[in-house]
């Protein structure tokens, strides 16, 4: 569509919101669907890779426009982007995609898998406190911003990333969160750390904090979570 921005392919409406995002499907056409949540950098072409990623390795995977094709690698205004979300509006775009997915005939899962970095690590948790009926599985990645009061509502297993050394969300409010997720949901969370800082599995991260090897074995870890839990 000669509308949509760059980083953008889909675009379609739920309840009177317009989403665009960018979508990909796996090598053989069909797979389980998979939302992918933002960093605060915006739907930049790092998001876009990762997309590519997870349908290489068989998912249908939808990364939401949560800020209208706007991108920035600047931390002041990543800042003032991510402040002037929305939650509200974040959260109706974000259920949208999800229903947008299950209704993809080359969707093969009863319910969607939702991964998502740095705003967007905040973002699932809410996401999957909205939507029980439609996600399945929940990976945050260093999660901040948009998290939810409480985790009760939350019904999939959580799996999620954190770094040791993270300076934007301290490794000990991981652990707290953590453990007020297996007492408030009663589900299966299993949460990984590693000698790491925030975004460390963002090859471009504009923090300067990448970590190859950190990066590569929480690949490993969220690729076997999905796929035991989505089929």
């Known amino acids: 569509m000669s509308d949509l921005a760059p980083r953008q392919n889909v675009k379609f409406d739920r309840d009177g919101t317009t989403i665009s995002g960018y979508l990909q499907l796996p090598p053989s056409g069909r797979g389980p669907g998979l939302i992918v949540i933002q960093e605060w950098w915006g739907l930049d072409d790092h998001m876009v890779s990762v ?7 068989g998912f249908v995977a939808l990364a939401p426009d949560l ?5 920035t690698h600047g931390v002041e205004e990543a800042g003032q982007l991510a402040g002037s979300l929305s939650e509200e509006a974040a959260a109706a775009a974000l259920a949208g995609a999800v229903d947008y ?11 969607v898998g939702a991964v998502g970095y740095c705003m967007g690590g905040g973002f699932v948790l ?19 911003g948009h998290l939810p009061g409480s985790y009760a509502a939350i019904t999939a297993p959580v799996q999620g990333h954190y770094g040791e050394t993270d300076q934007m969300y301290p ?9 007020q997720i ?11 750390y590693y000698p790491a800082g925030h975004s460390f599995a963002n090859p471009e991260d504009h923090l300067g904090t990448y970590d190859a090897d950190s990066a590569e074995l929480a690949w490993t870890r ?5 796929h035991a839990q989505l089929g």
Not at 67 to 71: K, L, M, P, S
């Open 101 to 111: 997915l299950l209704e993809q005939e080359s969707v093969t899962s009863a319910k």
């Open 126 to 144: 809410l996401l999957a406190t909205q939507r029980p009926d439609g996600i399945g599985a929940v990976v945050p990645y260093y999660g901040i």
């Open 51 to 57: 997309v590519d990623r997870f349908a290489a390795e």
């Open 171 to 179: 490794v000990d409010a991981a652990h707290a969160q953590e453990g």
């Open 67 to 71: 800020y209208g094709g706007r991108v």
């Open 222 to 226: 969220t690729l076997e979570f999905l």
């Open 182 to 192: 297996r007492e408030e949901a009663g589900v299966e969370v299993e949460y990984f």
